[in-house]
C-alpha cells in the first residue's frame, strides 16, 4: 500500500528520535514511556481544544449561574470557567480559593463605602460598620446579610456592663457566627466570613467598628437610619435613650419621641448633649474668634460685646444637642422637646447617651480603626 508524504512523515519522525535515544543510552522502555507521555500531553491537548468549544449560548448560561451562585465579578468567574474546561463545580471551588488569595491582596485598599447595621432589644442598641470600596458591592445581598449578622451577634454578645461601649474589629472577629444565606452559610468566625464575602465580591472588605448603648432600669433607646436599601441597614445612624424618673409611667411616648430624636441627631450633626459638657477651652476659643470679627465693624465695646454674645449662642445651638432647633419643628429646641415629653407621661424625662455615625467618616487617618470620628456623648 503506497503511502502519502504527509503520512510518512511521522513514522519517519519516531523512527529518528528512536535512533537518538539509542545512540544515548536509552532503553525501549525508556523510550516507550516517553513516548505515552508526549502522547498523554497531546491528547490532553486535544481535550482542552474540545473542552473549549462549548457553544457560547452555553458559555453565557454557565457564566450566569456560577455568577448566581458566588457573586463573584464576571472576569473571575470567566476565568475559572476557562482554566477548569466549563465545569461549572470545578470552577466554584476554584473561584473560592483564587478569591481568597486576592481578598487578601487587597486587604491594603482603602474601602470608605458600606453600610451601617443596626440590632436593638428593650433595652440595648448596636450599630456597627461594614465597609467596601465601591456602592456597588454595599448593594450585594450578601454584603448587606454579613452586615446584618454582625449587629446581631454584637447584639448577642456579653453584656459589656456600660452604658455606652465603643468596640473595634477585635471584638467580634474571632467570636463564631452562624449564617444562613443561599450564598454563605454555616458556622465560622467573623474574621473568615468577611474574607469569604470579600473573595465572592472581588473587592476589600473589611468590619471597622461597632457602639452599643444601653439603657437604665426604666428607660428605652431608639434609632433611626437613614438611606436604607432594607430595614436595619442605612449610611447614616442615631442612637439615643431616654430616661423616666418615675419606673411606673408607660414607655411608649419616649419610645415615639425618642426615635423623632434620633432622627434629628442624624440631620443635625450635634457634638455635645449639653452647654456644660462643652470644654471652657474650646468655649473661650470661640469667644476669641468672635470677638476679632467684632472688632472689625467699629462699633461700640458694648456693641461688640452683645455681638459676641449673641454669635456664641448660635455657636451653642449648633453644636450642643438640648440647644438645637428641632428639625420636625424649627419654632422649637430639643430641651423644650424634652419638657413637652416630662410633662405628658407626669414625670422628668432626660436623654442619657446618644451616638451618630456615618459611613466612611475618618477613613484613612491614623484613628480610623478606633471608630474615634463618630459622635458620641455621654450625660
Given at each position: 500500500m503506497a503511502w502519502s508524504q504527509s503520512a510518512r512523515k511521522p513514522i519517519f519522525g519516531l523512527l529518528f528520535r528512536a535512533q537518538q535515544h539509542a545512540a544515548q543510552g536509552y532503553s525501549y522502555s525508556a523510550f516507550q514511556t516517553d513516548l505515552m507521555r508526549n502522547h498523554g500531553e497531546q491528547s490532553?491537548?486535544?481535550?482542552?481544544?474540545?473542552?473549549?468549544?462549548?457553544?457560547?449560548?452555553?458559555?453565557?448560561?454557565?457564566?450566569?449561574?456560577?455568577?448566581?451562585?458566588?457573586s463573584a465579578p464576571i472576569k473571575d468567574v470567566k476565568a475559572s470557567l476557562v482554566s477548569c474546561n466549563w465545569d461549572i463545580d470545578a470552577a466554584q471551588k476554584d473561584l473560592r480559593k483564587r478569591g481568597v488569595v486576592l481578598a487578601a491582596k487587597k486587604s491594603l485598599r482603602t474601602a470608605a463605602e458600606g453600610l451601617l447595621a443596626i440590632a436593638q432589644d428593650e433595652k440595648r442598641a448596636v450599630v456597627v460598620e461594614l465597609n467596601c470600596e465601591t456602592d456597588f458591592v454595599a448593594r450585594n445581598d450578601v454584603f448587606q446579610y454579613l452586615a446584618s449578622s454582625l449587629a446581631h451577634?454584637?447584639?448577642?454578645?456579653?453584656?459589656?456592663?456600660?452604658?455606652?461601649?465603643?468596640?473595634?474589629?477585635?471584638?467580634?472577629?474571632?467570636?463564631?457566627?452562624?449564617?444562613?444565606?443561599?450564598?454563605?452559610?454555616?458556622?465560622?468566625?467573623?474574621?473568615?466570613?468577611?474574607?469569604?464575602?470579600?473573595?465572592m465580591v472581588g473587592e476589600n472588605v473589611k468590619f471597622r467598628r461597632g457602639f452599643m448603648l444601653s439603657t437604665t432600669?426604666?428607660?428605652?433607646?431608639?434609632?433611626?437610619?437613614?438611606?436604607?436599601?432594607?430595614?436595619?441597614?442605612?449610611?447614616?445612624?442615631?442612637l439615643i435613650t431616654l430616661e423616666a424618673e418615675d419606673s411606673n409611667v408607660p414607655l411608649d411616648a419616649l419610645k415615639k419621641v425618642g426615635s423623632s430624636i434620633?432622627?434629628?441627631?442624624?440631620?443635625?450633626?450635634?457634638?455635645?448633649?449639653?452647654k456644660e459638657l462643652v470644654s471652657a477651652?474650646?468655649?473661650?476659643?470661640?469667644?476669641?474668634?468672635?470677638?476679632?470679627?467684632?472688632?472689625?465693624?467699629?462699633?461700640?465695646?458694648?456693641?461688640?460685646?452683645?455681638?459676641?454674645?449673641?454669635?456664641?449662642?448660635?455657636?451653642?445651638?449648633?453644636?450642643?444637642?438640648?440647644?438645637?432647633?428641632?428639625?420636625?419643628?424649627?419654632?422649637?429646641?430639643?430641651k423644650t422637646v424634652l419638657n413637652d415629653?416630662?410633662?405628658?407621661?407626669?414625670?422628668?424625662?432626660?436623654?442619657?447617651?446618644?451616638?451618630?455615625?456615618?459611613?466612611?467618616?475618618?477613613?484613612?487617618?491614623?484613628?480610623?480603626?478606633?471608630g474615634s470620628e463618630a459622635t458620641f456623648c455621654a450625660a
Open positions: 490532553a491537548a486535544i481535550i482542552r481544544r474540545f473542552s473549549s468549544e462549548v457553544p457560547v449560548s452555553e458559555q453565557m448560561n454557565l457564566i450566569k449561574q456560577l455568577r448566581e451562585r458566588t451577634l454584637a447584639l448577642s454578645a456579653r453584656d459589656p456592663g456600660e452604658l455606652v461601649f465603643p468596640f473595634g474589629p477585635e471584638y467580634l472577629e474571632n467570636l463564631s457566627v452562624s449564617l444562613d444565606h443561599p450564598k454563605l452559610s454555616g458556622e465560622t468566625t467573623v474574621q473568615s466570613a468577611v474574607t469569604e464575602v470579600a473573595a432600669a426604666h428607660g428605652v433607646v431608639s434609632s433611626y437610619l437613614h438611606t436604607c436599601p432594607q430595614p436595619g441597614l442605612g449610611r447614616l445612624a442615631g434620633a432622627m434629628h441627631i442624624v440631620a443635625a450633626k450635634p457634638l455635645f448633649l449639653s477651652a474650646a468655649v473661650e476659643n470661640e469667644r476669641d474668634i468672635l470677638r476679632t470679627q467684632a472688632e472689625s465693624s467699629g462699633k461700640s465695646q458694648m456693641a461688640m460685646e452683645k455681638m459676641v454674645e449673641g454669635r456664641l449662642r448660635k455657636y451653642f445651638e449648633d453644636i450642643v444637642l438640648l440647644e438645637q432647633k428641632y428639625v420636625v419643628n424649627d419654632s422649637t429646641n430639643i415629653l416630662s410633662k405628658e407621661v407626669g414625670t422628668k424625662v432626660t436623654i442619657g447617651n446618644f451616638v451618630r455615625m456615618e459611613v466612611g467618616e475618618g477613613v484613612g487617618r491614623l484613628d480610623e480603626a478606633h
